[in-house]
């Protein structure tokens, strides 16, 4: 079986109690009716600090998302 893939880069930059997008469940779900599965997603850190002498800090400002689904 073959497969196809997509990449989605999701812009966490804007502040909210997740530190997602407000709207990212709704586009996971279009994905995911289109036949879309989430395969793994990888934070993109940005900036970095030394905290209180113990060891780096830096915070997300983004998300890299990969789907995969079978190529028809």
Known sequence: MKSEYKIVYINARKWTNTGL???IN???DKLGEEG???VKVEPKLDGG???FGIGVCSHTVAYTAFFKRAKN
């Open 49 to 51: 600090f030394i905290l």
């Open 36 to 38: 879309w599965e989430l």
């Open 21 to 23: 997008p407000k709207d």
């Open 26 to 28: 709704i586009e996971f």
